[in-house]
């Protein structure tokens, strides 16, 4: 498997990926899907975009941006995406090793995560495992798709 910067190419399967996890509706805050035009101008509007391939088909992504402005400008945050068939294969940890390396190289000294849902237990192991600290719970951040409210969890890993 090898993870890389997005191309042109990838924007039907990018927009796959991302919007299964859109409509799943218990990790993403999003809950419009992207279109082809709309995802193109969100994916361009990154820092950086990674897709995870192998033998030409995308598995994943990352998205990387600025999580805020100015003084706070040299913290990212960054989101994942795994296709549903391929989840448990470690590609998300693939994922969020290239995008610590990435950020790193584009100036950035913290990638802050605002908001991972109490319940994902797998991004949770997987980011503490890589040495991601988390900031407390914040009551009741997101709502999920059927409606009830649940704890959200910030965390960062300096660079």
Not at 18 to 38: M, R, S, Y
Request: aromatic content about 10%; glycine content about 10%.
């Amino acid at each position: 498997m090898l993870v890389r910067a997005y191309r042109e190419a990838d924007l039907a399967e990018m927009l796959r990926i991302w919007n299964q996890v859109v409509e799943e509706g218990v990790a993403f805050p999003q809950e419009e899907p992207l279109d082809a035009d709309t995802g193109r101008a969100f994916f361009a509007a990154q820092s950086h975009c990674g897709v995870a391939e192998e033998d030409g088909a995308v598995l994943g992504l990352y998205i990387l941006h600025p999580n805020n402005v100015g003084r706070c400008g040299h913290i990212c945050n960054a989101s994942y995406a795994v296709d549903a068939a391929h989840r448990g294969r470690h590609i998300g940890e693939q994922l969020v090793l290239d995008c610590l390396k990435t950020a790193k190289s584009l100036g950035f000294g913290v990638l802050q995560f605002n908001a991972v849902v109490e319940s994902n237990l797998p991004a949770r192991r997987l980011y503490e495992r890589l040495g991601f600290m988390q900031l407390g719970v914040i009551p009741g951040g997101f709502r999920r798709k059927d409606g009830r409210y649940e704890n959200i969890c910030p965390y960062y890993h300096t660079l």
